[in-house]
């Protein structure tokens, strides 16, 4: 009989082991033949050295998940079970052990994934550049992915903190009768951003970050000045930006950081005498290397299956 003992670090136990220890229970009935127990931060296995090598397999492997996605379901420890099981066994079919399109693991048990081909095309788009413009209509997931890649970028360790912003502008409401300062004014506007943001992060790390500006939410204004250094940057509703605008956010960009900025180049609120610093921006930086450009479209639609259909209407009446 040989021990090996693995220690697990900068991990949270909950989200790698399971409630109650459940997903290494579930590795332990895989390996009836073995001894596998969980203290603290130490997983002890006791076993063969053939069999305690296989288990060393299947644990580094949902370890390399948990680093990746922040979070390990039973649903994933048996993917990963029968994928290596089967690859053991070459007389089983191989079965696919993960989930490519999922972003990270929510708040609550929450999935957050690409959904459609377009999302998915702008997940590998912020992969592979450190500037990302994804445009297109309502509903069509844009903001929610690029808050996810964000969570996703801060859980692994890319960044160290999340800046998200957007610039004041009414959709035909007046922000001057609001009482409070002007981040208080804009707050009911980022609300899209803060229930994404509870989605994915549990409420009282969600506090811990905002309170120590490890998550930070602000309008456009208050960027100014400033150098954006390790962070992980998304401007939402870009199209509502003026080019002067756009280029003082363009320019924040410090080391380390990346960027994606979200709009609707149909729902421009500015006045019309304003040119719209996203449009502007789509012609001024295309062909630059190092910057993306994903266009989502009404068949990237997630909401309501009425919300197609309505975008569709409102694209006829007005062409």
Do not use: W
């Amino acid at each position: 009989m040989v021990e090996k003992v693995i220690t697990l670090e900068d991990v949270s136990l909950v989200d790698f082991l399971g409630v109650h220890n459940a997903n290494i229970r579930e590795v332990a009935a895989a390996f009836p033949e073995s001894k596998i127990l969980s203290r603290g931060n130490e997983i002890r296995i006791q076993g063969t050295a053939p069999e305690i090598m296989k288990i060393t397999d299947v644990l580094e492997s949902l370890l390399a998940h948990y680093q990746k996605y922040g979070r390990v379901t039973n649903d994933n420890v048996i993917r990963y079970l029968n994928g290596y099981l089967n690859m053991a066994n070459p007389k089983q079919p191989n079965q696919a052990v993960e989930d490519d399109d999922v972003i990270i693991y929510g708040n609550k048990g929450i999935v957050v994934k690409a959904k459609t081909l377009n999302q998915k095309k702008l997940v590998e788009a912020a992969a592979k550049h450190d500037l990302v413009f994804a445009v297109g209509p309502a509903g069509t997931g844009k903001t929610y992915t690029a808050v996810a890649l964000a969570v996703r970028a801060l859980k692994n360790k890319e960044v160290k903190k999340i800046i998200i912003t957007r610039p004041a502008v009414e959709a035909g409401e007046n922000l001057g009768f609001l009482p409070g300062d002007l981040k208080e004014k804009i707050d009911p506007y980022l609300r899209p951003i803060y229930d994404a943001l509870d989605d994915m992060i549990a409420p009282e790390k969600l506090k811990f970050y905002v309170d120590n500006r490890i998550v930070e939410i602000a309008p456009l204004a208050y960027m100014r000045g400033r150098t954006l250094n390790n962070a992980f940057i998304l401007l939402d509703e870009a199209q509502n930006t003026t080019p002067m605008q756009m280029k003082m956010f363009l320019t924040r960009m410090g080391p380390s950081s990346k960027a994606i900025i979200t709009g609707d180049k149909s729902q421009v609120d500015l006045p019309k005498n304003h040119k719209s610093g996203l449009i502007d921006s789509l012609t001024i930086l295309k062909g630059i290397k190092g910057i993306s450009f994903v266009e989502l479209d009404g068949s990237d639609v997630v909401r309501h299956r009425l919300v197609k259909d309505i975008l569709a209407a409102y694209e006829v009446h007005e062409k």
